[in-house]
């Protein structure tokens, strides 16, 4: 005779080993929900214990006798496999799975699934407040004319207040229209900022293995020297990869146009941080635009942040409250996949 639970719309037989799992660990759970959101779709598989931030050597300890482990960042490989006799998953709360081993993992009898396409729209929309930050200097000029509270309201604490014009301005306001824009990666996001181009009247050229016919009507397939030899502004949206670690570099941005506007969402791997330091300094780039540095949290000599020109954020694309939440809710549905014997959105 089968017993069957029933969990979350699946029904759980005692008699799969897979769907025994009880014990889940969520090693750096802090930046996913810091206290805004609900554990609960997760408590109702198991025992959830939550840790706000685990080094690679704290999580073995964390999760020794753990079936299910959810991480964003911890980085997990051989060594660490070799010490979670029990582990069966790994829900990565994040499209990007590059601190996971996963072929160690496939060693060891662990499945791997991410959460694809949760943040599209989240990080198309911050890719253009930073090209757009650019051309339209928003932050530049609500610096240079507010008052902070409290301080004194005379005519010389504020630029706006000692024009003699209606308007001022100390640089210049760029439209996008008519100008090239590059998108290096057409996956889900790189697509969806050209969306958002083109209604500016900008012209989107795209860097991608997908062949021409793929790309949508004014969309035009070029090489990754002629995008970062022709185009106003050229967009990273492409995975970190063994390949392409660091491929914007010294000699690629040699043969760039001169005041090329480059903006990374992607990961901060994909340049070489010296390099982008470099032209900034030489005027070759015009600025550089990153929520996503090589080192997160930077050292406090990390090249990028003493660069002129640049405009940084904490790798806060992906962190809207609604962002945050699809990733808990397919995550979700990762883990009832696997429960009941067919596991979806696996890395390999």
């Known amino acids: 005779m089968h017993v069957f639970i029933h ?17 889940i660990v969520f090693l750096d759970s802090h930046a996913l929900n810091p206290g805004d959101l609900s554990w609960k779709p997760f408590e109702e598989f ?7 931030r685990s080094t690679s050597e704290e999580a073995v300890v964390r999760a020794q006798d753990a079936d299910v482990i959810l991480t964003n960042k911890v980085r997990l490989g051989e060594e660490e496999f070799a010490q979670l006799p029990h582990l069966r998953l790994i829900l990565e709360a994040a499209t990007g799975y590059d601190n996971i081993d996963v072929a160690a993992a496939r060693r060891h009898g662990v499945t791997v699934c991410n959460v694809p396409a949760y943040s599209t729209l989240a990080v198309a929309q911050h890719a253009m407040a930073l ?27 504020s630029y706006w207040a000692v024009s003699p014009d209606f308007c001022c301005w100390d640089r210049p306001v760029t439209e996008l229209t008519g100008k090239r824009i590059a998108i290096v990666g057409w996956g889900n996001i790189g697509s969806k900022v050209a969306q958002l181009l083109l209604p ?9 293995s997908k062949p021409q016919e793929a790309l949508p009507t004014g ?13 106003f502004a050229v967009s990273l949206h492409c995975p970190l990869s063994a390949s392409n670690r660091a491929f914007v570099n010294r000699d690629l941005l040699s043969a760039s146009r001169r005041g090329l506007i480059l903006i990374n969402t992607a990961r901060g791997g994909l340049i070489n941080d010296a390099d982008v330091a470099q032209a900034l300094a030489d005027g070759q780039l015009a600025a550089y635009c990153t929520d996503v540095l090589s080192q997160e949290p930077p050292s406090a000599d990390h090249p990028i942040l003493h660069a002129p020109n640049v405009f940084i954020t904490p790798h806060i694309a992906w962190a809207s409250a609604d962002a945050r939440q699809r990733i808990i809710d397919i995550m979700t549905r990762n883990f009832q996949a696997f429960l009941a014997g067919s596991p979806i959105n696996v890395v390999s």
């Open 7 to 23: 969990i979350n719309n699946i029904h759980i037989s005692p008699d799969n080993p897979y769907q025994r799992i009880m014990n």
């Open 200 to 208: 500016l009247e900008a012209e989107v050229v795209a860097v991608t």
């Open 46 to 52: 198991g025992t959830l214990t939550t840790y706000p």
């Open 219 to 231: 969309v035009k397939k070029v090489s990754l020297e002629e995008a970062f030899a022709t185009s």
């Open 131 to 157: 090209l757009l930050e650019v051309c339209n200097q928003v932050g530049h000029y609500s610096r240079k004319i507010s008052i902070p509270a409290g301080e004194s309201s005379g005519t010389d604490t």
